[in-house]
């Protein structure tokens, strides 16, 4: 009884001795049909050299100038432009495509829009406040949707008006 298991795997390991000539043809074959192709290479690029001639450039350790930076408008022109005195909203730095409308809360006749970041952050948000990167005005909120008016320029130093809005995602 105390062999009987030595004597199956004595067993089991005969059956792999023996003729493995189909086995070693089905590799052979096998490797010969299948031969990987591997496309050549693209030629790589070539290197333009460049030299930075401080003379003729801006150094990149000195901060730009105001104008580089900031919106310069023309303030004498007798058309509509945007208020830049005002502070910033806090939705102002997103996108009107990064902004989310998930819902409204409504007191007294006053209904405000729950508007929701890319950052997952939500804030209530009522008519005149801005958002989005066009100084977007809310001019109107519904159950449905948030209605902005955003001012975008011309490129005369004037400033057209254009309506957009937020709907409600159901996401």
């Given at each position: 009884m105390k062999f009987?298991?030595?004597?199956?795997v004595v067993l089991c390991l005969t059956g792999c001795v023996g003729d493995r000539s189909d086995l070693e043809l089905f590799v052979t074959t096998t490797k010969a049909e299948h031969v990987a192709r591997i496309p050549p290479?693209?030629?790589p690029p070539k290197f333009e050299h460049f030299v930075y001639q401080a003379e003729l450039m801006r150094s990149p350790f000195v901060?730009?100038?105001?104008?580089?930076?900031?919106?310069?408008?023309?303030?004498s022109?007798?058309?509509l432009q945007p208020d830049l005195k005002r502070r910033k909203g806090r939705l102002e730095t997103y996108a009107l495509d990064n902004l989310k409308?998930?819902?409204?809360?409504?007191?007294?006749?006053?209904?405000?829009?729950l508007v929701e970041s890319i950052d997952g952050s939500v804030?209530?948000?009522?008519?005149?406040?801005y958002l989005g990167l066009f100084n977007g005005r809310i001019t109107k909120v519904t159950s449905q949707q948030v209605e902005?008016?955003?001012?975008?320029?011309?490129?005369?130093?004037?400033?057209?008006?254009r309506l957009n809005n937020l709907a409600l995602s159901g996401e």
């Open positions: 009987l298991p030595l004597g199956c290479l693209k030629e901060p730009p100038s105001r104008e580089l930076t900031e919106e310069v408008i023309d303030t022109k007798n058309c409308m998930r819902g409204t809360l409504s007191e007294v006749g006053t209904t405000w829009a804030y209530r948000m009522g008519v005149g406040e902005v008016v955003e001012l975008i320029p011309d490129g005369s130093g004037c400033w057209s008006e």
